[in-house]
């Protein structure tokens, strides 16, 4: 691609930030490959090593470097250090996915809200994107709920949507457009 795409830092609340994945973001990685269900939805490695997981961070960078997208680690503002990931994926017809996930030790301090109110802004605002989706398993309430409070409207139930592991799933369908910008 002769044009990559930047991935720019962006402030997410006073207590945290998106930007750009380091090498020395690997403890979050690690965190996330524990989890069991990270690695069934995201490109993070099952089976952790420090192979993987800088290589999961370069898979990052590839995605703006192609022009996929935007991989953003989610850090804690005050230390820098990563605690999640979000990314925002342009798709065709004026529409973009995002999804992220957060790391067992950073749950339920709003991380996954503030990312969400940070890249909506900047995914409509700034990059002009009408329409941003993203696609939540029901039993997850922790992230629609998050979801939710960023401002994103549910619209449905999609039966039998994703691959999850060995199995397909339902998913709820989220939105979120320019006018509901608050």
């Keep these: 691609m002769d044009n990559p ?4 830092e962006l402030s ?4 945290f930030l998106l ?12 965190e996330a490959s ?9 490109t993070v490695p099952s089976s952790y090593s420090d192979a993987e997981g800088a290589a999961f961070i370069r898979r990052q960078w590839s995605r703006a470097v192609d022009g996929v997208g935007y991989s953003f680690a989610i850090a804690d503002a005050g230390d820098d250090q990563a605690v999640g990931q979000i990314g925002l994926w342009p798709g065709p017809r004026g529409r973009a996915s995002v999804g992220y996930w957060v790391a067992r030790s950073a749950r339920g ?11 909506a802004s900047w995914g409509l605002e700034g990059l002009g994107i009408p329409r941003l989706e993203l696609h939540v398993e029901p039993w997850n309430a922790p992230s629609w709920k998050a979801a939710e409070r960023a401002g994103f409207v549910r619209e449905g139930l999609l039966r039998s949507w994703q691959d999850v592991g060995d199995e397909r799933r339902d998913m709820y369908v989220y939105s979120k457009l320019l ?4």
Excluded at 12 to 15: G, H, N
Excluded at 179 to 182: I, M, R, Y
């Design 179 to 182: 006018g509901d910008l608050a």
């Design 12 to 15: 997410a609340s006073e207590r």
């Design 19 to 30: 930007r750009p994945w380091r090498l020395d973001d690997v403890a979050a990685v690690q």
């Design 109 to 119: 301090q709003g991380v996954a809200c503030a990312a969400l109110r940070a890249v």
């Design 5 to 8: 795409l930047i991935v720019p």
């Design 34 to 42: 524990e989890d069991p269900y990270i690695p069934l939805i995201t």
